[in-house]
Nanobody, 125 residues
Framework: QVQLVESGGGLVQAGNSLRLSCAAS????????MGWFRQAPGKEREFVSA????????LYADSVKGRFTISRDNAKNTVYLQMNNLKPADTAVYYC??????????????????WGQGTQVTVSS
């Protein structure tokens, strides 16, 4: 079965960095768009970033543009989210997701077929 396993979350001070990883198994990783979403307490899940099959196209939410970088290594079936200059507003559970689409990137969580269990990121001020 398909599994997406996130890692790399933790507690950091504002201004610091974290790198999240998401290891995928049970799917043809190189044919899936991969995305990162996050959900803060009391809020809806929101789009953070997405990356195309090849890694050549990337999409970011305005709130993280210039601070976060998404990347993927198809040989390792892994997608990453490098998060720099973290802010308390970035505190959330971060989820990776896989989208089997033929073209384009989606910001909608409803377009994604598979989800990981999430990893907590807490940024203190």
């Amino acid at each position: 079965q398909v599994q997406l396993v996130e890692s790399g979350g933790g507690l950091v001070q504002a201004g610091n960095s974290l790198r999240l990883s998401c290891a995928a198994s049970g799917l043809a990783f190189g044919t899936y768009v991969m995305g990162w979403f996050r959900q803060a307490p009391g809020k809806e899940r929101e789009f953070v970033s997405a990356i195309s099959w090849s890694g050549g196209t990337k999409l970011y939410a305005d709130s993280v543009k210039g601070r976060f970088t998404i990347s993927r290594d198809n040989a390792k079936n892994t997608v990453y989210l490098q998060m720099n200059n973290l802010k308390p507003a970035d505190t959330a559970v971060y989820y990776c997701a896989a989208d089997r689409r033929d073209y384009g990137l989606s910001r909608s969580q409803y377009e994604y077929n598979y989800w990981g269990q999430g990893t907590q990121v807490t940024v203190s001020s």
